[in-house]
């Protein structure tokens, strides 16, 4: 009994990510059109291009930002565009939708921000522990390395699922 332990998870060379550890997702604005609208109804295009124009966005610099409607106001399609035109500038991503889609998206950014080189011809285990951003992240992760990676498993060392092969 005086041999050494041995740590078979690194004897197999497999390289553990924690995604919740190497993802960095931009922060989430949601931004309600219904204050612009008069009544929270109606657009009067002079004051909503007025309010966008006075409109501070430094609050979405480097965001992701969700834009909606509040009420169930029937906004004409070029509303949509004249903020996201207005918050070109400052933004990481804007999109229509609500808070859930804004993270969404942001944790997808997140992943194509990661350098591929990084798991080059490597043995890459997802910590199945750390779905950190849900399905759509994985999936995201998943098509961002496939080409890259030697293997893809998911789950943890004694008992992963292989996902992705190549030789």
């Known amino acids: 009994m005086d041999e050494p332990i041995l740590n078979r998870v690194d004897a197999a060379g497999l390289m553990q990510v924690d995604l919740a550890k190497i993802l960095k997702p931009s ?31 430094a609050s979405c610099e480097d965001c992701v930002v969700a834009l ?4 169930d106001a029937i906004l004409p399609d070029w509303s ?14 804007v999109l229509v939708g609500n808070e859930s889609a804004a993270r969404a998206r942001a944790w997808q950014l997140a992943v194509k921000d990661l350098d591929v080189a990084d798991f080059k011809d490597k043995r890459v ?15 995201t992760f998943t098509r961002h390395i496939q080409g890259t990676v030697k293997s893809l498993m998911f789950g943890e060392a004694c008992s992963s699922v292989p996902l992705v092969k190549n030789r």
């Open 27 to 57: 922060d989430v604005v949601v931004v309600d059109l219904a204050p612009w609208l008069a009544d929270g109804w109606v657009l009067r295009e002079k004051d909503f291009r007025a309010a966008i124009a006075a409109w501070d966005i």
């Open 68 to 71: 909606c409607c509040s009420t």
């Open 80 to 93: 949509w565009m004249l903020v996201a035109a207005r918050l070109e500038s400052v933004a990481r991503d």
């Open 125 to 139: 285990l997802v910590k199945g522990c750390a779905s950190v951003g849900g399905a759509d992240t994985l999936v």
